[in-house]
């Protein structure tokens, strides 16, 4: 498996740094450091709501984001490889064929923000202004990635199996991701029995003390 992008480490730019403080004066804002974008780059993407407040209400708003989500991976050439919506956040593997992940995550999150306070009648924002885009450059990182997601169902106490939950790209019939193959499949199914046998090891050892 191999991903085609040039290297991310000469695409970084880095802020100044900040003016010592002084009598009278204050410190010099500083921005954050731009998205390292990529054309041919796969990101693992996860977006949280603010003050853990609930993404996806109702049936209408997962069916909605679905349709969304195909929406953006046509309008900003992306490719979904994997997806999983939760109750206050959302994973996404996606690789863009331009640089084009910020864009497209502005896009994806103004949409679905808007129509879920339409729907709702709330006002003002509903995600973290900064969400997490980690660049996946190998194969068993790539792998570690499908395992992830897939398991957050789980971890969640969603569903006992990742294929009961149709809100993913494991479960999801092929409705926004392509369906996993059997390679993939195995592994994530060994991914998530080691995960939720931690999880229990951790959780009896906690009932213990």
Request: charge should be positive.
């Amino acid at each position: 498996m191999s991903f085609r992008h040039t290297s991310a480490t000469n695409l970084c730019r880095f802020p100044a740094r900040p003016e010592k403080l002084s009598a009278g004066r204050y410190r010099r804002y500083v921005p954050r450091p731009p998205r390292v974008q990529v054309a041919g780059g796969l990101y693992h993407v996860t977006q949280r709501s603010t003050d853990q407040e609930i993404l996806f209400a109702d049936l209408y708003d997962r069916v909605g984001f679905e349709q969304l989500l195909r929406r953006t991976a046509t309008r900003y050439a992306w490719e979904i490889h994997d997806y999983c919506q939760l109750t206050n956040h959302f994973h996404l593997l996606v690789l863009t064929r331009e640089p084009t992940i910020a864009v497209g995550m502005q896009y994806l999150n103004a949409r679905h923000v808007e129509g879920y306070n339409g729907r709702h009648g709330r006002r003002g924002t509903l995600v973290e202004g900064r969400y997490g885009a980690e660049l996946v450059e190998t194969e068993q990182h790539y792998l570690q990635a499908r395992g992830y997601i897939a398991f957050n169902p789980v971890g969640a106490g969603l569903v006992r199996d990742p294929a009961d939950w149709s809100w993913s790209g494991f479960g999801g019939g092929g409705k926004v991701a392509p369906r996993p193959d059997e390679r993939m499949k195995r592994f994530v199914r060994a991914y998530c029995a080691r995960r939720a046998t931690l999880r229990d090891m951790a959780l009896r050892g906690v009932s213990g003390l």
